[in-house]
């Protein structure tokens, strides 16, 4: 028997309709009039024409897909040849190791120490919130090596040796000694097992070569509990002497050529970061020298860890970006029971919420970034002290939920793992982990104004700057100033009050520098309102499609 044929198109099921078109082949900076606003008004005028370039390549088809391969699987690890020797190898897809050569090509790891001045470190935080959004997991690497100079330059004899590779704008991820190098890249080795972000309880020992003190050459034994990319090429670690606890600089490899003995133990298996690699370490006896005052080990390490707690806000800000992006292009194809989303009342209440809290969160980190810019000014400087603190506790601690609403806009699309959207969810909780928790960073601002008190003037001076704009924000300040006349009992109070520093911080740029539409809905929702605490509850009478219209990338 002949078998029955199909009628004309049996095959073809269906035509695949109302579905967005991918959002790639876009320039992050012409499509962010929030970003291109802040770079302005920050001080980088001269870096847009650089920064927009940058940003077609970080919206390209091809820089996007590196992103996807650089986490299609975790880090390796080889503790040894195949000859027997112990090499503590860490394997990479090739794509990371692409972004990595993009980023230290770019000067993320360098441009502010390379060619100072003005608007140099507004321009990076700004190309590195665009980078971030391509991948963020291979950042970690390129901001310790950035943090590292403030540090490594307490010992002129160690910064004479180092810095010419750790400034050298070209990536080498060869696992051999730093004298066959060109270049380098720095990691932070602070935390053990006992103690964590307590580090004055690290049990680490440091025993003198031979002379003691600064600059002299110590063994170290005891393990590290998250040596953080233990690809790189030397450390900064945390060690006791008989003087206290002290810095010191580790390489990966002697200067005879010989392996450094101190071995990864295993790579920690992350929820997020997965592109990136930490681990767990032992040193036993490894060659290190140390770094600044003998029993000054956190002063020392805390001009790196103040550098790294801004790229924290960086990253947070730019995985908010990313995550709006996502969400308003999505909304802004897409359509539901007979209309687009993004012209619903209330998506456009979700959307225009998220839109606030992501220019918000990006405005303040880009006004710390003038502040390190003008250190030499004590407003600027007492200003970064408080709000470097109060800044990295509050933005990365509102991506987490950001990324998630911003998800739950795209459907039963954002949970799969071809789309972004479950990358950037993992990867939300850990810049407000890293580099101290939030209880860590609320006990840095309380230590700030312990030991400066000037550092609340000048925070205040800056927000008052927009009195009179807002009534909100004017009750709002007024309140707050009160409430820090008494800190007796501050540590128990400390989350409350950073979080409304942030938010006062944010308001005063929004009424200052965003559009009306914008700054007013801040005010109305985050300073005064007493609706819900989700996204999507901002009050009535706003201007909502403005807002939407200012973030939404226009992708066709």
């Known amino acids: 028997m002949n078998a029955r044929q199909p009628a004309p198109g049996y095959a073809q099921t269906h035509e695949v309709l109302n579905q967005p078109p991918a959002l790639e082949n876009y320039n992050l900076f012409k499509q962010d009039t929030a970003l291109q606003e802040a770079v302005a008004r920050e001080g980088a005028v001269a870096a847009i024409a650089d920064l927009d370039r940058f940003g077609a390549w970080a919206g390209s088809a091809g820089a996007i897909e590196l992103g996807f391969q650089a986490n ?4 390796g690890f080889d503790t040894h040849d195949r000859f027997g020797h112990r090499v503590d190898q860490v394997n990479f897809h090739p794509a990371y190791h692409q972004l990595m050569t993009k980023a230290v090509e770019e000067g993320l790891h360098s441009s502010p120490w390379t060619h100072p001045g003005e608007g140099s470190n507004v321009a990076r935080a700004a190309k590195y919130y665009m980078h971030s959004q391509v991948e963020a997991a291979h950042c970690c690497p390129i901001t ?35 004298t066959k190098k060109q270049s ?61 606890l002290s810095c010191f600089l580790m390489p990966r490899w002697r200067p005879d050529g010989s392996k450094n003995p101190w071995q990864v133990q295993r790579l920690k298996s992350k929820m997020g970061n997965v592109a990136n690699a930490s681990s767990e370490a032992e040193l036993r006896g490894a060659l290190a020298w140390m770094v600044g005052e003998e029993g000054r080990g956190v002063p020392t390490i805390i001009e790196m860890v103040a550098m790294t707690r801004f ?30 989303l993004n012209k619903q009342p209330l998506m456009q209440n979700v959307l225009a919420d998220l839109a606030l809290e992501s220019e918000a969160a990006m405005a303040y980190t880009l006004r710390v970034a003038r502040a390190l810019d003008n250190q030499h000014l004590e407003h600027e400087r007492l200003l970064a002290r408080l709000a470097t603190p109060v800044g990295k506790y509050w933005i990365c601690k509102r991506t987490p939920n950001h990324a998630y609403e911003s998800m739950e806009c795209l459907g039963g699309n954002g949970v799969i793992e071809d789309c972004i959207m479950p990358r950037l969810l993992r990867e939300s909780p850990v810049n407000a982990i890293w580099e101290g928790s939030g209880n860590v960073q609320c006990l840095d601002t309380l230590r700030a104004l312990q030991k400066e008190p000037d550092t609340l003037d000048a925070f205040f001076s800056e927000a008052s700057i927009a009195s009179g704009t807002d009534p909100h924000f004017d009750r709002f300040l007024a309140r707050l100033k009160h409430d820090f006349t008494d800190i007796g009992d501050f540590e128990y109070r400390a989350r409350n009050l950073v979080d409304r520093l942030a938010l006062l911080m944010q308001a005063a740029l929004m009424l200052r520098h965003s559009d009306p539409a914008a700054a007013d809905a801040f005010c109305a929702s985050r300073l005064a309102y007493t609706g819900g605490l989700n996204y999507g509850n901002l009050p009535p009478g706003l201007d909502t499609l403005r807002i939407i219209r200012r973030a939404t990338p226009v992708v066709d």
């Open 72 to 75: 299609a699987s975790k880090p």
């Open 144 to 178: 310790m090596t950035f943090a590292a100079v403030p540090s490594i330059r307490k010992q002129p004899e160690l910064a004479a040796l180092w810095e010419p590779k750790i400034l050298a704008n070209q990536y080498d991820p060869a696992n051999c000694p730093d």
């Open 184 to 244: 380098v890249t720095i990691g932070m080795a602070m935390t053990e097992k006992q103690g964590g972000s307590d580090v004055r309880a690290n049990t680490t020992k440091a025993y003198p070569v031979g002379t003691s003190g600064p600059g002299q050459a110590y063994e170290l034994v005891g393990h590290k509990w998250f040596v953080s990319a233990p690809m790189c090429d030397a450390f900064l670690v945390l060690a006791q002497t008989s003087g206290g």
């Open 311 to 340: 790229d924290c806000m960086i990253g947070s800000s730019a995985g908010m970006r990313q995550a709006l992006a996502q969400a308003t292009h999505h909304c802004r194809h897409r359509s539901a029971f007979g209309q687009h």
